[in-house]
């Protein structure tokens, strides 16, 4: 159940609703999660739009893109980190307007600890979130 973070000049994209759903069933899929409404309700993406004098690389340029990636710690390995980070920079890369270069594209991979997912006032241990999915799976 991942949370995506968009950091990006103002105007840069223009169909932010079509990318934040790009964004988030991109990750499901990598994630290998199924998909009930338990992950689809708590998988969200936001962007963040920025005025260019907000954010720069330490040659002033203003024209990158950060992706933050949320994740509980251990769901995504070596192969499914390269793949996200593949993936949610070309979604990137096709939705703005201004054709952003892969190169000016950030893919920040951060794994919350187990337990420090919290949903509806509980943090979840990942094995909580394994048990949890499978009831509402009617596999449990």
């Known amino acids: 159940m991942p949370m995506i973070d968009v ?3 103002k105007g840069t994209f223009g169909n932010k ?3 934040t759903k790009a964004l988030n069933a991109c990750l499901m899929a990598w994630e290998k999660v199924p998909p009930i409404s338990w992950f689809t309700d708590n998988t969200a993406a936001f ?3 920025m005025d260019t004098d907000s954010l720069a690389n330490a040659n002033g340029d203003s024209s ?3 992706i933050q990636v949320l994740t509980p710690v ?3 390995d070596r192969d499914k ?3 996200v980070t593949r993936e949610m920079t ?3 890369v096709a939705a703005s307007s201004n054709a952003t270069p892969k190169e000016h594209v950030w893919v920040q991979i951060v794994e919350a600890p187990d337990g ?3 949903i509806g006032g509980h943090a979840y241990l990942n094995d909580e979130i394994a048990t949890e999915a499978r009831r509402r799976l009617g596999i449990a």
């Open 7 to 9: 950091y990006a000049a």
């Open 17 to 19: 609703p079509a990318l």
């Open 47 to 49: 962007i963040h739009e």
């Open 64 to 66: 990158f893109i950060r």
């Open 74 to 76: 251990g769901i995504l």
């Open 81 to 83: 980190k390269l793949g």
């Open 90 to 92: 070309d979604i990137i």
């Open 116 to 118: 420090g997912w919290g």
